[in-house]
């Protein structure tokens, strides 16, 4: 009994956490639009928050890997959840492929996850692009997986087991200027991955920015 009485306590802690928001858009945003054919997306930088005991079964490199790869797969879904929207007719601006992304700053010899010592102007030169997406985005998994386990058979499943944090720049490469800087941080449920986390992410965001109508 005392056990349902500490997971249901930690449910509460847990779904009553408030997400935070906030939002700049430069006030000229709608000529940067006009003036935007074709955005690239940067890998992230990604950081991995893993639970201590979690942390004695990777090494340092291993976690820094970890982070490199979940940067990857969250471009993949960025650039994916883009292409539907000009589907969709709903996206102003082209979106350019991750993989020609990622192979033209290659070949510049610019590490594709560290490349803050270049001005986005500079950047966007290589890449032939009038905008790119960079930023930072944090994940964490607090609870174990028994835990959370329990948790979902108290609470169907309405609970969060996974969280992110996303800090996304929206900058012009014809001045540096930020035109859009979006922060957010969400909560996942039981199995959610970043394909999920990126999803309602992106859903979010594009409410709120001018490269979507």
Known sequence: MKKIIFLFALVICITTTNAQTKLYVHDDAETYVENT?????????????????QLKDFTSEQIIEMGKSEALDIQKAMYSWFLTRKKRGTLLVSVQNPTRTNALLKKKGIDIHSYDEYLPSELGEILGVEAVISGTYETSKP???????????????????????????????TDDELVVNYHKKIKGTLGSDAQDLINVLMRKVSRRIPYTK
């Open 37 to 53: 054919k074709t955005i690239a997306i940067l890998p992230l930088h990604v950081q991995v928050k893993l639970r201590p005991k």
């Open 143 to 173: 609870m174990s997986n028994g835990a959370a386990i329990g948790l979902a058979v108290l609470t169907g499943g309405m609970f969060a087991t996974n969280t992110a944090t996303m800090n996304m720049d929206f900058t012009s490469t």
